[in-house]
């Protein structure tokens, strides 16, 4: 078996991820290079009973590769991609996702999920919480584009997953009905092996090696910054253009991303770069793939001044590279500004990942707008899903984000929406998580985890509290 890294310089390096979470801590390190070396590993730590978190880009906002104790096993040097094919490639889980979708699109294709960290994140990371992005709005989350997954059990032993290999049927079953929305919670309510390892969060196996599913490239993409006088003006375009969209993908105005921006995104684009037309208190970021001779400039400006009125002559389109320098600062100014401020304010932000069906978006709407802090709001508006993002300036402050948190969460629950659209559960959502499925599916959930891992080795403390093991991690 490898030697496991023990040296604390080392191990120091991988005991944070991109939710700041305090007081992770673990004994030993191991980089294994192939599946077989993952197997000897993972038997190892069942042998033992020694926790084992899996690590990769440790882009998880949620906590989820930060490790409380036990060995830390990171895919970085599972790096290959092995196989581009015309419809299918196959590559190791720790590819970054970002550098294997321009290897695949240079060569005409497309892998579309595009979570924000694409370029940071790797596959297997991607897979294991189900990632989604701007794009799923067209293509939905990673989970379609997934034909097979290699993974290694919590026993050692290495399997091939299609969605033609049933459960088990020794194996508990979750039977919970999912919520009808964009999510990543919870063990999928499934038949097949396949699904059931998309969206673990390396809870019930190591992912090694994908099959994906590729789809044509567009001839080119264009990029929409549209203005609009208020929110509702804004909503009941994305509402015209998803309509139209889910009734012919082939649509002249059929989007593959509706991404919102508050007035308060509008103001941190004009305070940075400038630009901003007088009168708009609300913006959209869309892109549409152009193919073939369809007339998407005529149908856009055409249904833009139908919801925009005379905003409409200031909506901003990436035809030429000015246009694109341009709308990329302007989309870069929110997230600079917003890092700005939270090294300015010495405080963590609490951003939300809550989406809701439609009928319940202008509630949640108003919900999100009533947040008692200081806020900006943007994110994927075709899924009703967007990232509330609160910037708490003392420890006070930071304290009622994160109630006011909970609340949200809790509201969202109830208007039959979830805890997690993209990011997963991790640690930090256990609590929300239990709430959202309810005690029944939760004791399913535990029966699944406790007979394919019996020491509770694989992720503990990601989605499910492990038995009889203290944390100090903070939950939202």
Request: aromatic share 6%.
């Amino acid at each position: 078996m490898l030697d496991p890294i023990t040296d604390p310089g080392v191990l120091q390096g991988y005991l944070t991820d991109a939710s700041n979470l305090a007081g992770g801590h673990a004994e030993a390190l191991v980089r294994p290079r192939t599946t077989q070396e993952v197997c000897e590993v993972v038997h190892h730590c069942q042998q033992r009973g020694i926790a084992l978190t899996i690590t990769a880009g440790r882009t998880s906002t949620t906590g989820a590769a930060v490790p409380f104790g036990g060995w830390l096993l990171s895919t970085e040097h599972l790096d290959q991609v092995e196989h581009l094919g015309e419809d299918r490639a196959i590559a190791q889980a720790g590819v970054r996702l970002g550098a294997l979708q321009d290897e695949i699109e240079a060569r005409g294709r497309l892998f579309p999920p595009d979570p924000t960290s694409r370029y940071d994140c790797t596959l297997g990371a991607a897979i294991a919480c189900n990632a989604s992005g701007a794009r799923s709005f067209r293509y939905g989350p990673t989970r379609p584009w997934i034909e097979a997954l290699e993974v290694v059990l919590p026993t050692g032993q290495a399997i091939w997953a299609t969605r033609n290999d049933p459960i088990p049927a020794d194996w508990p079953r979750p039977s919970w009905t999912e919520p009808p929305v964009k999510t990543a919670a919870g063990y999928a309510p499934t038949a097949n092996l396949l699904d059931l390892f998309i969206g673990h969060e390396g809870t019930l196996g190591v992912i090694t090696r994908a099959e994906l599913r590729l789809t044509i490239r567009p001839d080119a993409v264009l990029g929409v910054l549209a203005w609009f006088a208020d929110r509702a003006q804004a909503v009941r375009f994305m509402e015209h253009a998803r309509r139209r969209l889910r009734e012919d993908p082939t649509d002249p105005l059929s989007p593959r991303c509706i991404e919102y921006l508050d007035h308060h995104c509008v103001q941190l684009i004009q305070e940075r770069v400038g630009g901003v037309p007088e009168g708009a208190g609300a913006a959209l970021f869309c892109e549409q793939e152009v193919v073939g001779e369809a007339e998407h400039l005529e149908a856009w400006f055409e249904a833009l001044s139908d919801f925009s009125g005379p905003l409409a002559a200031d909506t901003l389109i990436t035809e030429d590279e000015p246009s694109r320098r341009r709308l990329h600062a302007m989309r870069h100014a929110i997230p600079a500004g917003i890092n700005e401020r939270v090294v300015r304010n010495g405080m963590p932000k609490v951003g939300t990942d809550l989406a809701v069906p439609d009928a319940a978006l202008h509630t949640m709407f108003e919900a999100y707008e009533a947040c008692p802090l200081p806020h900006l709001i943007f994110g994927h508006l075709g899924d009703n899903h967007l990232h509330c993002n609160v910037l708490p300036t003392t420890a006070a402050e930071l304290e009622l984000a994160r109630r006011w948190y909970r609340e949200l969460s809790e509201r969202a629950i109830a208007l039959g929406g979830t805890i997690s659209a993209e990011h997963g559960v991790g640690k930090l959502k256990r609590e929300l998580l239990a709430q959202q499925v309810g005690e029944a599916t939760l004791l399913e959930f535990q029966a699944l985890k406790r007979h394919l891992d019996p020491a509770w080795i694989l992720g503990r403390g990601n989605l499910l509290s492990p038995p009889d093991v203290a944390f100090s991690e903070r939950s939202l």
